[in-house]
């Protein structure tokens, strides 16, 4: 006897296409409307990436970011228009996600991420996805992932060029185990709009095989991409025993 399904006749039409995906399923579908994922950051990557798990039925998505749209967003930041301008980012994507899908909550916070508040932000999430511009608070990201044992999918752009991983606490490298040492920050950086949503189209990939269960992810890879080129390669990245943030998972 088959159990009853967790989703509705509406939800179950809507999500159709991917359900029928044979190591998706009905079970599959399930699990992503019981998940929540952080998006840290609505820019260039977290627009789409809300965009995207909204579509695909994730049960709750957090959008965090302290900024207001500005005109020079718009070349890539897709879900801000012209009259988005001067609007807080994170509570008007929220709403045009709820738009988009009903099925879906969409929490809004306007701050800054924290030492003070990150373990408060990224606590009951399933997945959390850097969406960030800045190291800073990529690594604190990282750091707490790490100590609550959240996967992390970490994706930089800048150009045409960017490189998207994920890390899986204690199952392979963190941010730190790949960085060492901070790179430097950019007050200003170059970026085309499609470089932004093919990456993030990318942590949406390895989000939804994550919660969903299948396929192989970037854990213990780091995927590179050269648009000018059309050339891409992905590299062996390795935990380093000595590691300030994640040592202690791999001590015997």
Not at 145 to 165: D, K, S
């Amino acid at each position: 006897m088959e159990s009853e399904s967790l989703l509705s006749e509406s939800e179950l039409t809507r999500y159709n296409r991917q359900i029928i995906i044979d190591d998706w399923g009905q079970k599959g579908q399930e699990k992503l409307n019981g998940s929540t994922v952080l998006i840290a950051g609505m820019g260039g990557l977290g627009c789409p990436v809300a965009l995207y798990l909204t579509a695909a039925g994730v049960g709750k998505i957090i959008l965090v970011d302290k900024d207001e749209f500005e005109l020079s967003n718009l070349n890539r930041q897709i879900l801000a228009w012209q009259q988005d301008i001067g609007q807080p980012k994170a509570k008007t994507v929220a709403e045009k996600l709820l738009q988009l899908n009903p099925h879906v909550q969409a929490d809004a916070l306007k701050t800054e991420i924290t030492e003070d508040n990150v373990n408060d932000i990224v606590n009951d999430s399933t997945v959390v996805v850097d969406a960030m511009d800045n190291w800073t608070t990529r690594f604190l990201l990282n750091q707490e992932c790490v100590n609550q044992e959240i996967p992390f999918v970490h994706a930089g752009i800048q150009g045409l060029t960017g490189q998207i991983t994920t890390i899986i606490p204690g199952k392979g490298p963190c941010l730190r185990c790949i960085l060492p040492e901070d790179p430097e920050e950019m007050a200003t950086f170059s970026v085309v709009g499609a470089t932004s949503g093919l990456f993030a189209m990318l942590q949406v990939m390895e989000t939804l095989k994550i919660i969903v269960g299948f396929g192989e992810i970037l854990e213990g890879r780091m995927l590179l991409f050269d648009g000018e080129r059309m050339d891409y390669r992905s590299t062996q990245v390795r935990h380093r025993n000595d590691c300030p943030v994640c040592s202690h998972l791999w001590e015997s």
